[in-house]
C-alpha cells in the first residue's frame, strides 16, 4: 500500500513539474498553444520527470523534486493542472486575498509563534471543517464553481487520506499556494498602478 501511495504522490509530481514547464513555456515566449499540443507535450515531459534517467540519476526527477518541496496541497496541484485547460479563466481576487490572509495568519503561530496552534485543527476539528465548507459556499456564491470543486476534491482526499499526511491543512494550503497568492496580489496592484499612471499621462493636460 505504501508502495502504491509512493507511485502515485511521484505521477502527480511528475504531472505538476510537467505542467510548470509548459506553463514557463506559454510565458516566456508568449505563446498559446492548443489543448492537444498541451497535452502531448504534458504526456512528455510527465514521463521524463516520472522515469529514472539511468546512469544520470539513481531515482526519477520528480523523486528529488518531491523531497526538497514535499507534496503539494491537493488545491495547489488542481490549480496548477486546470491552469493548462484552454476553458481557464483567472482565479478570483478574493480567493486570492483570502489566502494571503489564511497563510499570514497560519504559518507564524503553526511554527510556534504563541500559545496558539492552528495546525491541530486540521487532524479533525469540527470548527475548522465548518470553517473550510463556509468558505466553499461562498466561492460558490460568487459564482466561481472551480473553486468549489478545488476544495471539495481535497476534503474529499483529505477524508480518504489520499497523502501521507492526516491534517486537512496538508490538502488545503501549501507554501508555494501562499507565495503565489500574495505575489499576485502584488502584481495585481502593480498592473492598476501601471494603468492609472498611463491613464493619468493620456489624459494630462496639454
Keep these: 500500500m505504501d508502495r502504491i501511495m509512493q507511485i502515485i504522490a511521484l505521477i502527480e509530481m511528475s504531472i505538476s ?88 495568519s497560519f504559518y507564524p503561530f503553526a511554527l510556534g509563534l504563541g500559545m496558539l496552534d492552528p ?23 460568487a459564482n466561481w464553481n472551480k473553486g468549489v470543486w478545488i476544495i471539495a476534491l481535497a476534503i474529499i482526499a483529505w477524508t480518504f487520506h489520499w497523502h501521507e499526511s492526516t491534517n486537512l491543512w496538508d490538502y488545503l494550503l501549501d507554501p508555494f499556494l501562499s507565495i503565489w497568492a500574495i505575489g499576485s496580489i502584488i502584481n495585481s496592484f502593480r498592473l492598476k498602478r501601471r494603468e492609472r499612471a498611463k491613464s493619468g499621462y493620456l489624459f494630462r493636460a496639454g
Excluded at 46 to 68: K, S, T
Aim: charged share 5%.
Design 17 to 104: 513539474c510537467a505542467a510548470i514547464v509548459i506553463w514557463l513555456i506559454g510565458k516566456i515566449f508568449q505563446v498559446s498553444m492548443p489543448l492537444s499540443a498541451r497535452m502531448i507535450l504534458l504526456i512528455l515531459l510527465g514521463n521524463l520527470f516520472f522515469w529514472p534517467l539511468g546512469l544520470f540519476m539513481e531515482l526519477p526527477i520528480a523523486a528529488y523534486v518531491r523531497g526538497v518541496t514535499g507534496d503539494l496541497s491537493i488545491v495547489s496541484m488542481l490549480l496548477l493542472w486546470s491552469a493548462l485547460l484552454p476553458s481557464s479563466k483567472p482565479n478570483p481576487i478574493a480567493f486570492k486575498v483570502g489566502i494571503a490572509i489564511v497563510a499570514v
Design 119 to 141: 495546525y491541530v485543527w486540521g487532524y479533525g476539528s469540527i470548527g475548522f471543517l465548518i470553517g473550510v465548507l463556509v468558505f466553499t459556499v461562498v466561492c460558490g456564491l
